[in-house]
């Protein structure tokens, strides 16, 4: 409520200030034009030329009076309505956006950065998502050439444990279910450009959009910087809010899709793993990527870099690092180098409508594909798999595979399926980079 | 015309991509089954051996730690109150 009443103010206050501009800016003109005309009073005049000139230099002049041919950091023109109130509702979106990630907690380690990359690159004049502002070197740093996801890639690699899935690999057959969020959206988002009319996605659009039914930040940010840079801040936005709003989109599908007798279903307990075979995996996966999809090789490098360096257990300075420190620095810049395409312009458009829709379907449809994969496993297995499960196979991890274990002990209390969830969840992260590398591959 | 391409080229995406991911995780699985396997074969008493004797060891490591940390606190804190009363 309190950070409620905060933006209520702030916006009042903004609110406030454009009036009293617009009123200063009649009385300015005239009084101007007088001291001209006159030119008697010289001190006078320069003084008046001096505070007029600063005017022209204030973003208020900039919101208030939009001119013509007004480009931004990147050399692109400005529409009158990006520059004014375009900015001022940008000004309303970040203000929801800190709504989100301080009082809701949504993602608040990206989300923050995100919205506050965006408050900067609304400002008017400073253009600092230009060549040479700090969002703009930034985002040249380390996103527009695709490196940054790369390295929270490592970092969530070096916390991944992948015992769960070793354990029992048949489950990384729901990770791969639920990686029909990402295609079956991308259908969704092709069709929405078809028949839809409002907005028009190229192919490599409705891919990059699609990505955000992975379910996973780095893949989307990666994909769509490779794919549709301009559409990079709604793909980013998207892909957070969707991805801290699982407990909410996921419990509904599940129990629409499963009986109370499944989710009622209680797992065997996994075998032990063998601390050679946590080892080992990564260079599987690496040698499978290396033969089968070197397009992904750049997003599964980096994962079994920080998982190897994790199991390994030789190097932990190196891999407390990829955990921590690293991975904080980078969130930092990643989410000033996204936040700077939330610039007015670029982000005011009806394609981000269509963003967000597609991405909600995308979530829905991974979800379901799982649930449904799930209890299809569970007809012809010799042990008993309960449904919930194939929801963690969208990657979101953990969050996703604790939904799925608390809509579990809802059902019966005291069955906890977070273990067994995580199998699917961490297979889902290799899914969704393998589903990225096909469609890298399919536009080069 | 173009547009309806794009719907069927999409759905070729989506035949394409789902089978890769599938051929993928299917062939990963029978990797993890096999290497399981192997592992169980040959290095099968690693397992029992080595946790007991580094267990030990890791938790007088901690309890070391805990009490310098605990001494550290109590350090602190006399330093901290001392300089209240100060």
């Known amino acids: 409520m309190r950070v409620k009443k905060l933006l209520l103010t702030l916006l009042l206050a903004f609110a406030a200030l454009g009036s009293v501009a617009l009123a200063e800016e009649h009385k300015a003109t005239p009084a101007h034009e007088t001291a001209a005309s006159e030119e008697a009073a010289y001190e006078s005049k320069s003084l008046w030329k001096m505070m007029t000139s600063f005017y022209d230099t204030t973003g208020l002049k900039a919101i208030i009076e939009p001119q013509d041919g007004v480009k931004n950091g990147l050399g692109q023109d400005m529409s009158k309505f990006s520059q004014s109130w375009g900015r001022v509702i940008m000004f309303a979106i970040i203000f929801f956006l800190f709504y989100l990630a301080i009082a809701r907690g949504f993602e608040p380690l990206l989300l923050l950065p995100i919205a506050f990359g965006g408050l900067l690159a609304n400002i008017p004049i400073a253009n600092m998502t230009g060549e040479h502002g700090m969002l703009g070197i930034i985002y040249n740093m380390g996103i527009s050439n695709e490196f940054f996801p790369l390295l929270i890639f490592m970092g969530v690699g070096a916390m991944t444990d992948f015992g769960p899935l070793l354990s029992r690999p048949k489950t990384a057959l729901l990770g791969g279910a639920a990686q029909f969020g990402i295609f079956g959206s991308l259908v969704g988002a092709a069709m929405l450009s078809q028949y839809s009319g409002f907005v028009d996605f190229s192919l490599k659009q409705c891919s990059a959009i699609s990505i955000i039914g992975g379910a996973d930040g780095p893949t989307s940010i990666f994909i769509a910087s490779a794919l549709a840079p301009e559409l990079l801040g709604a793909i980013a936005v998207a892909a957070y809010s969707y991805m801290a709003l699982v407990p909410v989109i996921q419990p509904p599908i599940m129990k629409a899709l499963t009986t109370v007798e499944e989710r009622r279903i209680v797992m065997k307990t996994a075998r032990k793993v063998h601390k050679l075979e946590k080892l080992v995996f990564p260079l599987l996966v690496i040698m499978m990527t290396a033969l089968v999809l070197p397009d992904a090789a750049p997003l599964i490098g980096a994962f079994a870099l920080g998982n190897f360096a994790k199991e390994s257990g030789v190097v932990d300075r190196l891999s407390n690092e990829m955990q921590n420190s690293l991975i904080n620095i980078v969130t930092i810049f990643l989410g000033l180098g996204v936040g700077s395409k939330l610039a007015a312009e670029q982000f005011l458009v009806a394609e981000t409508m269509g963003i967000m829709i597609i991405g909600l379907l995308a979530f829905a449809a991974g979800t379901a594909a799982g649930v449904l994969m799930a209890k299809l496993m569970n007809k012809f297995s010799d042990e008993p798999i309960n449904p919930l499960i194939g929801a963690a196979g969208v990657s979101a991890v953990p969050m996703a595979a604790r939904v799925a274990s608390k809509v579990g002990s809802e059902a019966r209390p005291g069955n906890i399926l977070l273990m067994h969830a995580m199998g699917p969840n961490v297979a889902g992260v290799i899914g969704s980079a393998v589903a990225a590398g096909v469609l890298l591959s399919i536009f080069k | ?86």
């Open chain 2, 1 to 86: 015309m173009q547009e309806i391409h794009i719907v069927g080229e999409s759905i070729k995406f989506m035949i394409l991509g789902m089978i890769v991911v599938y051929i993928f995780l299917v062939v990963l699985i029978q990797l993890m089954k096999l290497q399981a396997k192997i592992i169980a074969k040959y290095f099968p008493e690693k397992v029992i051996v080595s946790p007991p004797k580094q267990q030990p060891a890791v938790q007088s490591d901690d309890d070391a730690a805990r009490t310098a940390a605990i001494i550290a606190a109590i350090a602190d804190y006399k330093k901290s109150n001392h300089n209240k009363k100060v």
